[in-house]
């Protein structure tokens, strides 16, 4: 588990370890059912549905671009922060 600081919105996101096909599973069915992903979530990591949440507002929905909408930088890292916005993403679906 790490734990990385968001510029968005100030606070520590905290990213499980889970297998690829967990991650790719999670990551893919936020777009489709929110409500589903987080409880998912919180399911597979035992947190709470407000820490669910916040790792999951950190999902990208296009693979290697920041999930903020303005900015929909290129991203290096899997988890971490863009180098643009500083916001953390979590691009499970590469
Ligand atoms: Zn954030
Ligand atoms: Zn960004």
Not at 48 to 67: I, N, Q, S
């Amino acid at each position: 588990m790490q734990s990385v600081r968001c510029r968005g919105c100030r606070d520590w996101v905290r990213v499980p370890d889970l297998e690829p096909a967990e991650r790719v599973r999670l990551a893919a069915l936020y777009p489709e059912d929110r409500m589903a992903a987080m409880r998912e979530i919180a399911q597979v990591t035992g947190w709470d549905l407000r820490e669910a949440k916040r790792l999951m507002l950190h999902f990208t929905t296009t693979p290697g671009v920041c999930h903020f909408d303005p900015c929909a930088t290129k991203l290096q890292a899997v988890v971490g922060p863009c180098a643009v916005c500083g916001r953390v993403n979590v691009d499970w679906l590469r």
